[in-house]
């Protein structure tokens, strides 16, 4: 039995009984005795196996490719030499094999391959172990009930490798070729997911730098205990709140501005029910995550992940929205209730099981393999903080989704400045329901209103007018991507958030919310221009539903990969012919780039000089352009990465610089040794 890591290996020994364990090259294997058969349970490290191409060397496009033990490919991943060399040993002696890595694409892949590609068995010789989470309970029933291969995962966890490959590799190495024909170097690279993902980016980059603002008004009037705005009756859209004439805003305003009365007019209240939220799948918990935590998305996968392999929650990369009654809601809650923080909580759901109601709200989204995000019930310990937190939302999430709507009521108020509309509006809860399982993640707008009739007259404490500007669209955040990523079926739930972090990586994405850097969109401008294939969301959704008609008996892994392989030549192929001249588009922007990030700003010491950053023996110092006429020059720090920023320091007038150090101690300086802003240093 191949399990998908060590520590997921022992658990699974653990939850099947009584086990010896064996050493060997010094890899732990555990084994079981029953009166049928004898079980040795031998753990991978992740994908001990690689894709690797057959020819040698750099040219494109390559296509013969076959799998490799990981570490003979790739030098950081030397570790997995003995875990290799054990699994030889171990299978060696088997006369069948179960697979039970982790129940998805990747752990299909992963235990497949090392029996596969180590003892060659067939098909009927391999049984898979199918289990949503590390509990005992839930491995011994998938022990005790183990389904046939899965050859239509396998086949389609395989096919994705080869196409990630093809594209990745292929791309990259054309980018890079057509930098180094113009003579220059840099580490490009793109991906079947990488570039579409890029372009959604992108086109967001050039909506806001295209984007002209519009001046419009808005007219405020003031009571002692609420604010209401001025609403002009509109024959296209029923109100409108927004004055887009200066003149006319102008015009309201000096007729209600002397005002010291207002009547209510009209009082509308609309009672509403709030639905309690849908279960956690991967990319919901990453979006509360970073809105509840401001957690990046990649880190709050590998939280989840440690969670899921402490046997503390189910598997975290789902798709699904729903949890199925299969789960034992009951069960879960009676072990949640076990732990001091959740007793009243858990009391409370359980509560409702008297009244025939214990069902949760379920989500849209389904996922073959496993139900949403829930927690198993066992006692966490030894959480770090931030696990901690992550574990807390998604036991409260569980709690909440068993909640009855929270009942909220709306209040708008309309006053009357001789025949101009004033409105406010307020937000109440009546009834908090499902509020009290998600506290404190609800996050619910709560403004009153004083209680008035129709027809009462207010104080007015007086009149606002204010100049504002129409915005441009908004940035993306990264779980804001990721969502979209989703949204747009490019990816998988399991590789998004690696996807955008590749693209900082590269320098194609920075800040947060996400920039799109120059190179970035000189990258998907070279591509619109000369292989619009690589950056199509049609073309990589087409793959996406292919792969699933893969994994359901419907196509063929070999008939994918050659209609893969057939279009990348072709574009390839034209990519090649231009390979020059693409190239030297791309190294333009690569050279602004790198001045970009070497200028920092004028010399004062000269009359046109710049200050630039120089590197020389390992040294770095600030330099003038006029150098030898001019000698002006400031030290560097030693450690870090230094960016300009853009500004002269206010003491000084000298340019002002990023330092970002691995340890995350980031900080700003101004260049100038002496400048009175570093006297406290
Ligand atoms: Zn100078
Ligand atoms: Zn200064």
């Not at 990046?296 to 392999?309: D, G, M, N, R, V």
């Not at 609800?442 to 606002?464: I, K, S, Y």
């Not at 333009?588 to 001045?595: A, C, G, L, P, V």
Request: net charge negative.
């Amino acid at each position: 039995m191949v399990g998908e890591k060590p520590k997921v290996t022992s658990k699974i020994a653990n939850a099947l009984g009584d086990y010896s364990t064996k050493e060997n090259r010094g890899v732990k294997n555990y084994i079981i005795e029953t009166d049928e058969r004898r079980i040795i349970i031998a753990p991978a490290v992740g994908h001990i196996f690689n894709l690797d191409q057959v020819s040698e060397g750099w040219d494109y496009p390559v296509f013969d490719v076959e799998w490799k033990p990981t570490f003979e490919t790739d030098d950081s991943a030397d570790y997995m030499k003995k875990y290799y060399n054990n699994l030889k040993d171990q299978l060696k002696k088997a006369d069948t094999y179960i697979n039970a890595c982790d129940f998805d694409l990747e752990g299909s892949v992963i235990g497949a391959n090392v029996i596969k590609q180590i003892t060659d068995a067939p098909d009927e010789k391999i049984e898979r172990m199918k289990f949503s989470t590390l509990t005992q309970g839930d491995l011994q029933d998938a022990f005790d009930d183990l389904e046939d291969f899965d050859r239509g995962m396998t086949s389609a966890g395989i096919t994705r490798h080869i196409l990630d490959y093809y594209y990745g590799v292929n791309v990259s190495r054309a980018l890079m070729q057509a930098v180094r024909e113009n003579d220059r170097y840099k580490t490009l690279s793109t991906g079947r997911v990488q570039g579409p993902a890029l372009k959604v980016l992108a086109d967001k980059e050039r909506s806001i730098m295209e984007f002209e603002p519009d001046p419009y008004w808005e007219i405020f009037l003031h009571h002692s205990e609420f604010d209401a705005k001025f609403l002009e009756p509109d024959a296209d859209r029923e109100k409108e709140d927004r004055v887009w004439e200066e003149e006319k805003a102008e015009e309201i305003f000096t007729t209600v501005k002397g005002e010291k009365k207002a009547q209510v007019s009209n009082i509308k209240i609309n009672n509403y029910s709030h639905n309690p939220p849908i279960p956690f799948n991967l990319t919901g918990l990453q979006k509360e995550a970073s809105s509840q935590f401001n957690i990046a998305p990649k880190k709050t996968q590998s939280i989840a992940q440690s969670l899921y392999e402490d046997g503390l929650i189910s598997y975290p990369r789902t798709e699904s929205q729903k949890l199925p009654p299969s789960l034992g809601y009951k069960s879960l809650l009676n072990k949640l209730k076990g732990q001091d923080k959740y007793e009243d909580l858990a009391e409370k759901v359980l509560k409702k099981d008297k009244s025939d109601d214990l069902f949760p709200r379920q989500g849209k989204k389904e996922d073959d393999a496993h139900p949403a995000i829930y927690p198993t019930g066992s006692f966490p310990s030894g959480l770090s903080k931030m696990e901690g937190k992550v574990y807390d939302l998604i036991v409260k999430r569980f709690f909440a989704v068993f909640g009855d709507a929270a009942k909220r009521q709306s209040l708008t108020m309309t006053l009357d400045v001789l025949g101009h509309k004033f409105s406010a509006k307020s937000k109440v809860t009546k009834e908090r329901n499902w509020f009290n399982l998600y506290d404190p993640y609800v996050n619910v707008e709560e403004a009153e209103l004083p209680g008035v009739e129709e027809g009462e007259t207010l104080d007015v404490e007086g009149f606002d007018l204010e100049e504002k500007e129409t915005k441009p669209p908004r940035r993306y955040s990264q779980s804001r991507i990721v969502s979209e990523l989703e949204k747009k079926n490019l990816g998988t739930k399991a590789t998004r958030a690696a996807t955008i972090d590749r693209l900082y990586d590269r320098n194609y994405i920075d800040s947060s919310p996400i920039e799109v850097t120059d190179l970035g969109l000189a990258i998907v401008n070279t591509l619109e221009d000369h292989a619009p294939d690589l950056l199509s969301e049609k073309l990589t959704r087409e793959f996406e539903e292919q792969m699933d008609a893969i994994q359901n008996d419907e196509e063929t892994s070999e008939d994918v990969v050659q209609k893969a392989r057939e279009g990348l030549e072709e574009t390839l192929t034209n990519f090649k012919e231009k390979e020059k001249e693409i190239g030297a588009e791309l190294v333009e922007t690569i050279d602004q780039e790198r001045k970009r990030r070497r200028q920092l700003g004028d010399c004062l010491e000269c009359d046109d000089g710049t200050l630039r950053m120089i590197k020389s023996d390992g040294s770095r110092f600030v330099g003038c352009s006029n150098y030898p006429d001019c000698e002006n020059s400031f030290p560097l720090p030693n450690n870090g990465d230094i960016n300009s920023m853009e500004e002269v320091c206010e003491e000084c007038g000298n340019p002002k610089i990023y330092v970002s150090r691995s340890s995350g101690n980031d900080y700003s300086m101004c260049i100038y040794p002496d400048c009175p802003t570093k006297d406290d240093w």
